[in-house]
């Protein structure tokens, strides 16, 4: 079973950039598909991308494409999900997910294991 634990969150400006990252415990990653999801107060919980166990798929959610990059570091047993161009909207707890099934899902049931979360702040 994995641990995820996710960091990199904060308060940024709008047209900002942050960096999260989720750090990986008990199992590495390499043998899962890898996903970032997000909830806003009041809203459900929304894909932001994914990649699969060897990092030859990734998926966006519409509204990342473009900005946002997501990688995999197996060295380092981590995920990280760049965004840049930081609007208000985006602002949400964000959450790091591991899927037994090895893919890029955009589903939350395909994932398995869950983080904490860490907070996004985007300020106008």
């Known amino acids: 079973q994995v641990q995820l634990v996710e960091s990199g969150g904060g308060l940024v400006q709008a047209g900002g950039s942050l960096r999260l990252s989720c750090a990986a415990s008990?199992?590495?990653?390499?043998?899962?598909?890898m996903g970032w999801f997000r909830q806003a107060p009041g809203k459900e919980r929304e894909f932001v991308s994914a990649?699969?166990?060897?990092?030859?798929?990734?998926n966006y959610a519409d509204f990342a494409k473009g900005r946002f990059t997501i990688s995999k570091d197996n060295a380092e047993n981590t995920v990280t999900l760049q965004m840049n161009s930081l609007k208000p909207e985006d602002t949400a707890v964000y959450y790091c997910?591991?899927?037994?099934?090895?893919?890029?899902?955009?589903?939350?049931?395909?994932?398995?294991?869950w983080g904490q979360g860490t907070q996004v702040t985007v300020s106008s």
């Open positions: 997910a591991a899927s037994d099934f090895g893919g890029s899902y955009q589903l939350p049931g395909r994932y398995h294991y």
């Open positions: 008990g199992r590495t990653i390499s043998d899962y598909g």
């Open positions: 990649i699969s166990w060897s990092a030859s798929s990734t």
